[in-house]
């Protein structure tokens, strides 16, 4: 908004140019994103407390939480996406199809994870809304988001590869002969991206600040991907896929940055409130749909590793118990295998810190190895 506002005032007006700048306007958009996440959470943490919005506990969860976060408010995720939501607003540039796209991927999915996190709270059952449900949504949201995004022709249908130089999948070139029909096989592969990280993330939030940490250190990473994939100098010196209008997408990543450091003022341990669905869902599909429209789906594995281990424990621990019957971890996630272990809660959570900046940094050294 600030960027139409005030560029076509340059010659007149003193300063106005700063705002043509992304690295200006990224800045800005961590500030504004910390200052009104940080600022509405006491307000919505009482208003919380008030309504009875509190953290449904597991039973079978470990008994620790049952003695230390019975009572905590939930949704603190609708502060992040205020945070965030406000923030691309006021500083992104709105005719950018690739911010929109992003903003309806956020709001959209959050708004599944309210559904489900009012429905755990209203009928005081952990259970919520029924996963098929949830799934079905995640799939009409991403596949309306990414078929806009393949009709449009705003979303080349190609898969380029980390780590190798000039290689890229082409979904229109699989089958000669039917590539328009193939090429509607890149959205389906997007949507599984986005269903993927969405719930990823979801499976992940379990500790006071655990997820939200490999959160920022993803969208940290991806808002250097997504400047260099927008920059037609960077992107041809690091022989990356150009995407034109992708740099855009470096403001509203580290807008997320800047939201996930005011939530984790008030969700360090011992948290006062938690993200809830509304916040695990949608964060996970921002990542999602910044690493599509960015071309970097692949390395998402591997920037967003602690996500992927989390799923896995769980699909692993599922497969195990109904073929074998037995259980391969204590418990699953298998942040819950560390608790039972006997790791302190500050512990886990401060390692899996450090393996997802670790993991972001393998990730940002790929740029180079091609």
């Known amino acids: 908004m600030l960027y139409h506002l005030l560029t076509p005032l340059a010659d007149t007006l003193p300063g106005a140019n700063v705002f043509k700048y992304i690295s200006f306007r990224t800045a800005w958009g961590i500030i504004t994103a910390l200052v009104v996440t940080y600022a509405i959470f006491p307000w919505f943490i ?11 506990i597991r039973e079978d969860g470990p008994d620790s939480h049952r003695l230390n976060k019975l009572g905590t408010p939930t949704m603190g995720g609708v502060c992040i996406l205020a945070g965030v939501t406000i923030s691309t607003l006021l500083w992104c540039r709105l005719d950018n199809p690739y911010v929109w796209m992003t903003l309806v991927v956020l709001v959209g999915y959050g708004g599944i994870g309210f559904w489900d996190d009012w ?4 009928e005081r059952s952990p259970d919520g809304l029924h996963g098929r449900y949830k799934l079905l949504l995640q799939l009409l949201i991403g596949g309306a988001v990414l078929g806009y995004g393949h009709y449009s022709g705003i979303v080349e249908p190609v898969l380029p590869l980390p780590f190798f130089k000039h290689a890229v ?18 959205p389906a592969f997007g949507v599984f991206i986005l269903i993927g990280a969405s719930n990823g993330v979801n499976m992940t939030d379990g500790l006071d600040g655990l997820a939200i940490g490999p959160v920022m250190t993803s969208a940290a990473t991806y808002a ?22 992708a740099g855009e997408l470096s403001v ?61 424990s769980v699909i692993i621990q599922v497969v195990s118990f109904k073929t074998t019957g037995k259980r391969v971890f204590a418990m699953a996630p298998i942040h819950h295998h560390y608790e039972k272990k ?16 670790v993991l972001a940094l393998v990730a940002l050294s790929t740029l180079k190895l091609r």
């Open 224 to 245: 250097v991907l997504a400047y260099v994939s927008g920059n037609v100098k960077y992107a041809g010196y690091l022989d990356l896929h150009f995407v034109s209008g």
């Open 46 to 56: 009482e208003r919380m407390k008030k309504m009875r919005m509190e953290q449904i």
């Open 169 to 186: 999948i082409d979904f229109r070139e699989l089958w000669v002969g039917a590539p328009d029909i193939l090429g509607w096989l890149y």
């Open 342 to 357: 006997g790791w302190s809660e500050p512990k886990i959570i401060v390692r899996f810190w450090i393996i997802s900046i």
């Open 119 to 122: 429905k755990k709270v209203i």
């Open 252 to 312: 509203v990543a580290l807008a997320l940055v800047g939201a996930g450091l005011g939530f984790l003022w008030y969700n360090a341990y011992p948290a006062q409130i938690f993200m809830g669905d509304v916040g695990s869902l949608s964060l996970g599909g921002i990542l999602g749909i910044v690493a599509i429209l960015t071309k970097h789906e692949l390395l998402l594995a591997l920037v967003g590793g602690i996500f992927v281990l989390e799923s896995l």
